[in-house]
């Protein structure tokens, strides 16, 4: 894994920052939450262990900063995928299709959101925020009627968050990511043709995102990351 991030642009303190965020990843993936120490995750990172303070404060500032990258990572696969003529009504089902299709798709993504006491509100957060605008525009627009902006916000983030869960642990199928789309749009209001129609688009979704994520991976330089996933 050090080769990898190594070979990647940037400058030796954004590598290094990189390389213990992946260090903890492959040691919470392979030997879970008991084997994240500091000397663990230095140790596997082929540093000094003294060389953490130079990054983090502590493991759980480590994690936090875990948490933002898996928000940023998100966005930016939902970002790749993004076309320019999309109503606020299309990119909602894009993006929930997309969203619970890396989760099916990708297992390893599942664990880190439910499994491994990683601070997934990162990723709730930037989801919500994401929503949100698009609730708000779809309701400018007259694509969705809802009443309370901030009520919709919650219940759909929540639904989206559940469906997730039920993905990661198998009691949903695959094939249910485009229905619960489609129920989803009826609430904030589109007619069940048009939900339909939307949620089973044909659409060339791109890969989903590799792990280990790493802050150099992602279009935005780290440079300009300031610990927020916007």
């Known amino acids: 894994m050090k080769s990898k991030v190594d070979s990647l642009s940037g400058t030796k303190r954004e590598r290094t920052r990189d390389q213990l965020l992946v260090s903890a990843q492959s040691l919470l993936m392979h030997e879970g939450t008991a084997a994240l120490g500091l000397r663990q995750i230095t140790t596997h990172a082929g540093m000094v262990h003294a060389s953490f303070y130079n990054y983090y404060p502590d493991v759980a500032a480590l994690l936090g900063d875990l948490g933002e990258l898996l928000g940023a990572t998100h966005a930016a696969a939902m970002a790749m995928s993004t076309e320019g003529d999309e109503d606020a009504a299309a990119r909602f089902a894009r993006i929930t299709r997309q969203t619970l ?13 439910f499994d491994i006491g990683l601070p997934s509100d990162r990723l709730a957060t930037e989801l919500r925020l994401l929503l949100k605008m698009d609730i708000e525009e779809g309701i400018a627009n007259g694509l969705f009627t809802v009443a309370d902006v901030d009520l919709a916000t919650s219940i759909v983030a929540g639904a989206i968050t559940g469906l997730a869960l039920d993905l990661h642990r198998g009691v949903l199928g695959f094939d249910k990511i485009d229905p619960a789309t489609a129920q989803l749009m009826t609430y904030l209001g589109v007619d069940a043709a048009e939900a339909e129609r939307l949620a089973h688009a ?10 280990p994520m790493r802050w150099l991976a992602l279009p935005t330089s780290p440079q300009s990351q300031t610990g927020n996933t916007r």
């Open 202 to 211: 044909a659409f060339d979704f791109p890969p989903s995102p590799q792990l």
């Open 101 to 113: 299709r890396i989760v099916a798709e990708q297992p390893d993504f599942g664990r880190l959101m």
